[in-house]
């Protein structure tokens, strides 16, 4: 089949390739130049584990093409995925600038019939501003759609090839036909392609991410209660994810969710349903725990060493907002390290991908290492951000003798309390007592 997805970024790269790698001609579009040609000569924008391989393979058998030039990409496929982005604007609302400018350019560029996906986050209504936005260009047949992707970054190309469940929202068999054709590689074994309508495909998307939200928020709350009473969140989380009903995933503490969609989406959703008169209020609560659960770490290091941090040096481990991937977009690392230099502190730190997105961020206003253990030297403590693999099992008696005192802010709870203890670090983490083998310091 022949393909065009419109816009190049985590979401849009992927499907390309994926679906270049089960044999479609594929064309990868987007307005941005420089990330076109980089692609065009094998270099990613973006880490994601198994991309590489991917389109250098695909590119070379050529079924993956990159190009700027959206309108000729339009004419070569009869099937169009929207991928751009869509930001919030300033009232949380979802930017849909993108998504509409780009409907615009395939109305303008068809000269036949079309299969038009919006792949983007969308809210609810979205499609149809897409279809007048085309049908206002031309008086070809179009078919709009909502495919809405739930990949994960850090595992965006297994999430794509081997899919929990495709949504596919249609208002004719002819579209439905094509891309449940499309998708049915990605499906062989037995899970399911739901074609439903449009609207409840755009809102399928929203409700999962917020649903998800809502765990990990309802998490942190539970481990606030468990600090308060001394009881370990850790025993909790395994005996509540134990129930079949209810099921382990997204029950980790933490500092807060980040990255590109649940901050966003969360906030997209809350504005449509007050738009229409839902009672969003659980969200809100979601979103408001969130909110000061990213300030926790930083909160905790004030509280112990004082909200004046001049003077001061602290290391920090994983920048990113979550393993496997170099995506910062509202990163809690981003809270702490601003919080920090605020206060006057210095800060070295270390991820094993994101650093360049980082400096992009801070400059030189951060320290960057290349080790994760160069970063420790002479700082007054230790914050983890994100439990990379490395950072997992790390050699404490190696960090001990590099901070100037150990002590550890740990944001995932990657380390054991009384290892820790026994060692004689002095540890904070999530909805666990703390430990404190050096005498006579206050817990935060
Ligand atoms: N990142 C994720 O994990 C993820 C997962 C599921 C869904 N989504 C959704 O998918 C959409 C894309 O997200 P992303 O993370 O890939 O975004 P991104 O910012 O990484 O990429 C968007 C791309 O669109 C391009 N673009 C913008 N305007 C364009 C135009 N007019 N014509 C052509 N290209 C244009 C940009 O240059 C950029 O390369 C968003 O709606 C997001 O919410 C993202």
Not at 276 to 302: H, P
Request: hydrophobic share 40%; charged share 25%; aromatic share 6%.
């Amino acid at each position: 089949m022949k393909v065009t997805v419109i816009g190049t970024g985590y979401v849009g790269l992927v499907a390309g390739a994926c679906l270049a790698e089960t044999g479609n001609d594929v064309i990868c579009a987007d307005i941005d130049s420089r990330k076109i040609e980089g692609l065009k000569r094998g270099e990613l924008p973006i880490f994601e584990p198994g991309l590489g391989p991917l389109v250098d393979s695909n590119l070379a058998a050529e079924r993956l093409q990159f190009t700027t030039d959206i309108a000729s990409s339009v004419r070569a496929s009869n099937i169009i995925f929207i991928a751009v982005g869509t930001p919030p604007d300033e009232d949380g609302s979802a930017d849909l600038q993108h998504v509409l400018a780009v409907a615009k350019s395939i109305g303008q560029a068809m000269e036949g019939e079309k299969v038009v996906c919006t792949k983007s986050t969308v809210p609810v209504g979205t499609a149809n501003k897409v279809r007048d936005a085309i049908m206002a260009e031309t008086t070809h047949p179009v078919h709009v759609c909502s495919n809405p992707e739930f990949l994960k970054e850090g595992a965006a190309v297994t999430d794509f090839m081997k899919p929990d469940r495709v949504i596919i929202g249609v208002d004719s068999d002819h579209a439905g036909g094509v891309l449940t054709e499309l998708y049915s590689p990605f499906v062989r074994t037995g899970n399911a392609i739901h074609i439903m309508d449009i609207a409840a495909a755009e809102i399928t998307k929203y409700a999962a991410n917020a649903m998800l939200a809502t765990r990990i928020s309802f998490m942190n709350s539970i481990a606030q209660l468990c600090e308060e009473t001394g009881a370990d969140v850790g025993m909790v989380r395994r005996g509540l994810g134990s129930d079949g009903r209810i099921g382990s995933a997204f029950l980790f503490p933490g500092a807060g969710y980040g990255g590109s969609c649940f901050p966003k989406d969360v906030k997209a959703l809350i504005r449509t349903m007050r738009e229409l008169g839902s009672d969003a209020s659980i969200l809100e609560a979601v979103e408001a725990v969130n909110e000061k659960q990213k300030y926790l770490l930083i909160n905790r290091v004030k509280a112990r060493f004082g909200d004046d941090l001049k003077g001061r040096h602290f290391a920090v481990w994983g920048l990113a907002f979550k393993p496997n991937t170099d995506d910062m977009r509202e990163a809690p690392s981003l809270v702490t390290i601003r919080g920090l230099r605020e206060a006057g502190a210095t800060v070295s730190a270390h991820d094993p991908v994101a650093m360049e997105e980082a400096k992009r961020i801070f400059g030189s206003e951060v320290q960057f290492h290349r080790d994760n253990y160069d970063a420790l030297s002479g700082a007054e403590a230790l914050i983890v951000h994100t439990e990379w693999l490395p950072y997992r099992r790390p050699d404490f008696s190696r960090m001990k003798g590099l901070l100037k005192a150990p002590i550890i802010f740990d944001g995932r709870n990657l380390y054991p309390p009384e290892t820790l203890e026994s060692l004689g670090f002095e540890y904070y983490s999530i909805g666990r007592a703390p430990t404190q083998p050096a005498a006579g310091r206050t817990n935060p």
